[in-house]
């Protein structure tokens, strides 16, 4: 038989999956049981699915989740508090019914700040408050650095920072510590922490924030990767660039897409994709691995955004691209929970 994922690294950090509440059952289950030790929602606790409406929870979901990690003693991630997509729109009205974003009387403006944030620290006070037994990881933001991917040097001009410019950052650190408490770990998530002047950026961010005493214990590398991308190089340099600053690393969206930027030809499923396709990704995720292992002292946690090929963002990205017929296949479990190449070149 095969061996489990979570076990084979047990000595260096903990293994996770990203998981819709359909996985809970059946097949998909029985792979997170036997292969996982941590797991995340990919979708459930964003802000419209937890809190649809102004002090309307749904806890349903979450509750789900959070009850399966207690019964099989897996680890368990927030994602997310904050991030600039996902915002439920009562989030967004100012207490006329208006677009907060539209005001331009600065009183007005400076009341509506005061508004947001006080929405902003009640959501994470329930929510904190109702699962700091159960939770012990936490993307506090998500995304704050400007989209340009390569060259970011400033923060992300969303609804976020233009009404509150970094408050809202400080309030969500301050508010999850104050609710979830001191033993919580609290995470700034970002894609692309791999690249300069990026990862450089954000660790001036960070360090500027816990200066004004904002505590922030770790940066989640989401880690959205192709074949061969990014270089295993730059990847080492930023999980050691930050924890020469003592701060922990969590990989946090793991997915190794077999497409380019670029992709000349997609396949529309399993039985399509090129064995030696599923080599070269094998070749891949173990030097990732690899460097991971190397690593172990600097990261606590490593999760896949998703389980099987079967479901994945980047799925939805291959149909865009292909006019509806193709497919990703970028974990290392395929599309009916086998193991792939890529499995086999991690636990080796
Ligand atoms: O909820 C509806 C459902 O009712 C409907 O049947 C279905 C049909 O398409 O759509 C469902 O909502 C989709 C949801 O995923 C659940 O599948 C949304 O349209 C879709 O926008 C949403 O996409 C998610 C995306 O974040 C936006 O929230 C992806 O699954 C999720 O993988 C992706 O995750 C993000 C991380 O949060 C942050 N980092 C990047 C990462 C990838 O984009």
């Known amino acids: ?71 099989n003693q897996l680890e368990l991630r927030f994602h997310t508090l ?60 998500n995304e704050v650095i400007d989209e340009n991917a390569r060259n970011s040097k400033k923060l992300r001009e969303s609804f976020w920072y233009e009404l509150t410019g970094t408050d809202y950052i400080k309030t969500a650190f301050l508010a999850t510590r104050k609710y979830a408490g001191e033993d919580a770990k609290l995470f700034i998530n970002e894609f692309n922490t791999e690249m300069e002047p990026k990862r450089s950026y954000l660790l001036e961010l960070v360090k500027e924030l816990m200066a004004d005493g904002v505590p922030i214990d770790g940066i989640g590398h989401q880690s959205h990767y192709t074949i061969g991308w990014p270089p295993l190089q730059d990847i080492e340099e930023s999980i050691l660039l930050f924890s020469s600053f003592g701060l922990d690393n969590q990989i946090t969206e793991l997915d190794v897409s077999i497409y380019s930027s670029e992709p000349e030809k997609i396949y529309g499923s399993d039985e399509e994709i090129p064995e030696e396709l599923l080599q070269e990704q094998a070749k891949y995720y ?45 974990f290392v479990f395929d599309s009916y929970y086998n193991v792939k190449p890529a499995f086999w070149a991690i636990v080796k």
């Open 286 to 330: 173990g030097d990732l691995f690899e460097l991971y292992e190397e690593l172990d002292d600097q990261i606590s946690s490593i999760t896949f955004w998703g389980l099987a090929d079967n479901r994945s963002w980047l799925n939805f990205r291959a149909q865009d691209l292909s006019n509806g017929n193709g497919k990703d296949a970028p």
């Open 1 to 71: 038989e095969t061996q489990a994922l979570a076990e084979r690294y047990k000595d260096s950090f903990s293994i996770g999956a990203a998981l819709e509440p359909e996985h809970l059952e059946g097949r998909s289950a029985d792979v997170v049981k036997f292969h996982f030790n941590s797991i995340v929602a990919e979708n459930a606790m964003k802000a419209p699915n937890i809190q649809p409406q102004e002090g309307v929870f749904n806890f349903e979901e979450t509750d789900r989740i959070v009850q399966f990690a207690k019964e």
């Open 82 to 141: 904050v991030w600039h997509a996902e915002i439920p729109e009562w989030f967004t009205l100012d207490k006329n019914g208006q677009e907060m974003m539209e005001e331009t009387d600065p009183l007005k403006r400076e009341e509506n700040k005061q508004l947001l944030l006080k929405r902003l620290e009640d959501h994470i006070r329930v929510i904190a408050s109702r699962y700091r037994e159960d939770i012990k990881y936490w993307d506090v933001v």
